[in-house]
């Protein structure tokens, strides 16, 4: 078998992956309405299995997060709230999300990544240059993107796959950047479980409380920092004098 042949394993076996997942009929459960119409199947299982029920979420979010499932993510951030509480919720998506990421990325640049690096060193030009800027600050880069939600979470990992960022800066800039975002949306988890037990359906009227409101706000807050953030670092970039 080629070396060519073997690097593209990775990305057929993530598409293999990703047509069993919508073979499977997943996808028609990852919304809020069926975390609601399960919600007591759920909880029973995450207290009948303290230490299964976190990995078996872990390994759900990891799967969702490499196959690129278009509108899964949110939910399932969603659902490690509802059934696991802020911290353990947090730690269980942050955890799936980083090593689905991984996945993604891996089985992206071993192939398609690798293609597009050796034919721009064989090429040089602007295209080199770009990629050779990239991946000298990749931690910053990806730790930013991770922080702002300006690009859906799949394309995140796709695009730094094909600009050959190292693998340790970008699995640690994926981990400390998508932590914040897994603790807010635990915390609102949280609170869309106070509603379910209430009766209640999660509308604009009953979302407006302190327990959902402060998350929401602080999931903005994180957002716009992170923008004026990046925006002072391009200016500064474009006012330094050029060598």
Same mark, same amino acid.
């Given at each position: 078998?080629?070396?060519?042949? &073997?690097? !593209?394993? =990775?990305?057929? #076996?993530?598409?293999?992956?990703?047509?069993?997942?919508?073979?499977?009929?997943?996808?028609?459960?990852?919304?809020?309405?069926?975390?609601?119409?399960?919600?007591?199947?759920?909880?029973?299982?995450?207290?009948?299995?303290?230490?299964? #029920? =976190?990995?078996?979420?872990?390994?759900?979010?990891?799967?969702?997060?490499?196959?690129?499932?278009?509108? #899964?993510? =949110?939910?399932?951030?969603?659902?490690?709230?509802?059934?696991?509480?802020?911290?353990?919720?947090?730690?269980?998506?942050?955890?799936?999300?980083?090593?689905?990421? #991984?996945?993604?990325?891996?089985?992206?640049?071993?192939?398609?990544?690798?293609?597009?690096?050796?034919?721009?060193?064989?090429?040089?030009?602007?295209?080199?240059?770009?990629?050779?800027?990239?991946?000298?600050?990749?931690?910053?880069?990806? &730790?930013?993107?991770?922080? !702002? /939600?300006?690009?859906?979470?799949?394309?995140?990992?796709?695009?730094?796959?094909?600009?050959? !960022?190292?693998?340790?800066?970008?699995?640690?800039?994926?981990?400390?950047?998508?932590?914040?975002?897994?603790?807010?949306?635990?915390?609102?988890?949280?609170? !869309?479980?106070?509603?379910?037990?209430?009766?209640?359906?999660?509308?604009?009227?009953?979302?407006?409380?302190?327990?959902?409101?402060? /998350?929401?706000?602080?999931?903005?807050?994180?957002?716009?920092?992170?923008?004026?953030?990046?925006?002072?670092?391009?200016?500064?970039?474009?006012?330094? =004098?050029?060598?």
């Amino acid at each position: 078998m080629n070396r060519r042949v &073997l690097r !593209i394993l =990775p990305l057929v #076996a993530l598409v293999l992956l990703a047509v069993a997942v919508w073979a499977s009929g997943a996808p028609r459960y990852l919304h809020i309405a069926a975390l609601r119409e399960h919600a007591a199947t759920l909880r029973g299982l995450v207290r009948d299995h303290p230490v299964l #029920a =976190p990995a078996a979420y872990v390994v759900v979010l990891a799967a969702t997060t490499a196959t690129c499932l278009p509108g #899964a993510i =949110p939910v399932l951030m969603l659902a490690g709230g509802f059934l696991f509480g802020i911290w353990e919720g947090a730690a269980a998506a942050t955890a799936g999300l980083t090593l689905g990421s #991984a996945l993604a990325f891996v089985a992206v640049r071993s192939s398609l990544g690798t293609a597009l690096r050796d034919a721009a060193d064989r090429s040089g030009g602007r295209l080199k240059t770009v990629l050779d800027g990239v991946r000298s600050g990749a931690f910053g880069y990806v &730790l930013t993107l991770r922080l !702002i /939600p300006i690009a859906p979470f799949e394309l995140m990992s796709i695009a730094a796959a094909l600009a050959g !960022i190292p693998f340790r800066p970008y699995l640690l800039g994926t981990a400390l950047g998508v932590t914040p975002a897994t603790f807010i949306y635990s915390a609102i988890g949280v609170g !869309i479980g106070r509603l379910f037990d209430r009766g209640e359906t999660p509308r604009l009227r009953t979302l407006l409380t302190p327990g959902l409101v402060v /998350p929401l706000l602080a999931l903005g807050l994180l957002s716009l920092a992170a923008t004026v953030v990046v925006r002072r670092r391009a200016r500064a970039k474009a006012a330094a =004098p050029s060598l």
